[in-house]
């Protein structure tokens, strides 16, 4: 990866005055806004649902540690070490939609745009329909993680070297990409037209779905845990290093034979992106507890918030891309109105 | 291959225990025993059988034994898939345990559970491994050390072994079996149990690794202090070939494991040390299953620990040296077809004159 200079940093503009400050109370895993409330999703057992003015309050969901939370911005799907699937929508309901019959830890989730539902507890993943009804499917490893094609019926497991594609309403076999290595987060361009993974070692590998060429993307000095799309699906944005690891996915080819561009470097690695969904700017949490607005055209840099706490573990923008909120491992969050 | 040199002592890592032991030998004993008694520490357990354990309780989770490869050109770099998942998960309930407990199944080598905590970044943040405990059954473990070569791996990995059952056998038995664990690894510490019944500080968080017993001891003397008869006229079979020492010990060499001990009164020569022990596990790592030393270095008033599992090795420094503590170097190494001289005059070329 090339040099980058920081001699621009220190006139850094700040918006840090600007943030209200929101003490949620317990180590927070993500956060995701329905409706108007922000909801920073615990470690364990509880959702913290935050109003326009500020005011908390907080939703049971699991009885144990929360694994795993997905949202479509009208519900949150969370699975937990207690072997439930449960839902959370924009009024603080909880359904639970599925029960482990082993009490099984249900490790990965994703949500389909018609409502789908998948999830995975040791091999198996299992997906509920709409209208259809549940189906599951056996990969020969644990199931590092899930995904839904953004078109159609097609659901990428990820696992133990490689990323098997099931169709979970034609009977057609699945369709297996193979890579040595193990495969924990996996995700869909938004034109359907590549597969990404992060891997198990500091790695992400990635397909071409129409020919399935293969695309590595090293050079990371940590695990990749945070992956986000760009409004449009230009970028990818990537933590694990630090700085913003940019992959380009504009063109027929991807990333191949390309170098990624590398944003907002400070002396702390990137522990979560998260990318405006309108327009092409990032926000970028990193292990010290700063926070950043990253215009991808041209780098420049806001400060949300300032380092020395506990590493960013949440960010997460509104539909509208109106509102960012954010909280630290610590459970010290905040929310910013643009 | 981490930086041995730039890594600080972390903050309140969980200890980690792996328990292994060969099919019957008593671990789920033990285990039900680490469960249900009130010693007032709360610990995750993870397990291969669920049903083994009669204790419903929410730290207790199923395993699956998935043994992953690394992709890093290290070709006896294998890790538990399964076990960094689950460390994943288990860190969100930090605070609602005090340590953490594998149990492996029967079969099972314990190289890659050990390379887990040395390899994954993540899992290093937050969990170190405290001891690898071997459960071993005295009446059939000689037995198993002939055809099982799990069971060899397994008291050749092991820093505590509970010898278990020992009142299923006579002392005459017991000495042979015990004379046959000391053969692999004269480094652990041993515990003659019935029914598991050990203190259990005695097997859960040590803390230092067990890492003080190798300045402690000298292999031969082993034994001295122990309070059992020694059979000086016992006959043997097999292609173990045994020698009375001196004190009137039975000693044996084990054909396939080797155990080597290096020490030096004089200061070792950091800039010369860390590159010759990275080069060595690099080169020898497949054969090498276990190393572990306490380092004096020259111009350095810390002592220095490091452990390591085949190429991997972790390493930090402990604490000062106190006064009128020997300032003594002592590493041991336990693997197959040792390469000893070659250690040895490494080792020596790492000495400060």
Redesign the interface.
């Known amino acids: 990866m090339k040099q980058f200079d920081p001699g621009e940093s220190a006139s850094i503009i700040s918006v840090t005055d600007q943030v209200r400050p929101i003490a949620v109370g317990m180590?927070v895993?993500s956060v995701h806004f329905l409706g108007e409330h922000a909801a920073f999703v615990g470690?364990?057992e509880s959702v913290a649902m935050v109003d326009a003015e500020g005011e908390v309050s907080r939703v049971s969901v699991h009885?144990?540690?929360?694994?795993c939370a997905v949202s479509d911005g009208k519900r949150i799907v969370m699975g937990g070490?207690?072997g439930k699937l449960v839902a959370l929508d924009a009024g603080g309901e909880v359904a639970l939609l599925a029960a482990d019959p082993?009490r099984?830890?249900i490790?990965n989730v994703a949500l389909h745009p018609d409502g789908a539902v998948a999830w995975s507890a040791?091999?198996t993943a299992f997906v509920r329909g709409g209208k259809s009804e549940e189906k599951s499917f056996e990969v020969p490893?644990?199931v590092?993680g899930l995904a839904f094609a953004p078109k159609g019926m097609r659901l990428a497991i990820a696992h133990?070297n490689g990323v098997t594609l099931w169709f979970p309403n034609m009977a057609a076999t699945a369709e297996v990409l193979e890579w040595?290595?193990?495969h924990?987060g996996v995700t869909f361009s938004p034109d359907n037209k590549f597969l990404v993974t992060a891997?198990?070692?500091p790695?992400l590998h990635g397909w071409r779905l129409a020919d399935t060429r293969h695309m590595r993307m090293t050079g990371y000095p940590?695990?990749v845990r945070s992956m986000s799309w760009s409004a449009g699906g230009r970028w990818l944005a990537t933590s694990g290093a630090d700085t913003v690891i940019m992959w380009p996915f504009a063109s027929k080819d991807g990333p191949m034979g390309k170098e990624p561009a590398m944003l907002a470097p400070l002396q702390a690695r990137v522990s979560v992106v998260a990318c405006h969904p309108k327009q092409d700017i990032l926000a970028a949490g990193y292990s010290d507890g700063t926070i950043l607005m990253v215009r991808l055209t041209d780098g420049a840099e806001i400060l949300v918030r300032k380092n020395g706490t506990a590493p960013v573990a949440a960010l997460a923008w509104n539909a509208k891309g109106t509102l960012l909120a954010f909280a630290d491992e610590g459970g010290d969050a905040g929310l910013l109105a643009l | 291959m981490p930086d041995l040199t730039s890594q600080k002592t972390p903050v309140q890592k969980i200890p980690v225990t792996v328990l292994t032991g060969y099919l019957g030998a008593g671990k789920t004993t033990l285990l039900n025993r680490i469960l249900s008694e009130n010693h007032g520490k709360k610990y995750a357990v993870i397990v291969n059988e669920f049903g083994e354990i009669g204790i419903d309780n929410d730290l207790i989770i199923g395993a699956d034994e998935e043994v992953f490869e690394m992709n890093n050109g290290c070709v006896c770099c294998t890790v538990r898939g399964d076990l960094v998942r689950i460390l994943d998960g288990l860190m969100k309930r930090k605070g609602k345990f005090d340590a953490i407990i594998v149990e492996t199944t029967g079969l099972a080598d314990p190289a890659p559970v050990a390379q887990t905590f040395f390899v994954d970044e993540d899992v290093q943040k937050h969990a170190r491994l405290d001891a690898v405990v071997t459960v071993a059954d005295a009446k059939w473990l000689s037995a198993r050390l002939k055809d099982a070569p799990e069971a060899k791996n397994q008291i050749a990995f092991a820093d505590v072994i509970v010898l278990n059952k020992t009142d299923l056998v006579s002392k005459a038995e017991l000495a042979e079996v015990e004379a046959r664990i000391r053969a692999i690894n004269p480094y652990a510490k041993l515990h003659r149990t019935e029914r598991c019944q050990v203190a259990l500080s005695d097997v859960l968080e040590r803390g230092a690794f067990d890492l003080d017993r190798i300045l402690e001891l000298e292999p031969e003397f082993l034994d001295a202090g122990d309070d059992h008869d020694h059979d000086h006229d016992h006959h043997h079979h097999g292609h173990d070939h045994d020698h009375a020492h001196s004190h009137g010990l039975k000693h044996y060499h084990d054909e396939d494991m080797q155990s080597l001990s290096l020490r030096s009164d004089k200061p070792l020569d950091a800039t010369k040390f860390m590159p010759w022990l990275q080069e060595l596990v690099a080169s020898e790592g497949q054969k090498i299953l276990r190393s572990k030393g306490i380092l004096a270095f020259s111009d350095d008033d810390d002592r220095y620990v490091f452990q390591g599992v085949h190429m991997m090795l972790e390493g930090d420094h402990q604490r000062a040296w106190k006064d009128g503590e020997a300032r003594e170097s002592r590493l041991v190494f336990i693997g197959r077809e040792l390469p000893e001289q070659i250690i040895r005059d490494g080792f020596e070329r790492c000495i400060t004159t």
């Open positions: 180590p895993t470690a364990e009885g144990g540690g929360i694994l070490d207690d082993k099984r830890w490790d040791g091999k490893s644990t590092g133990y040595a290595g193990s924990l891997m198990h070692e790695a940590g695990r």
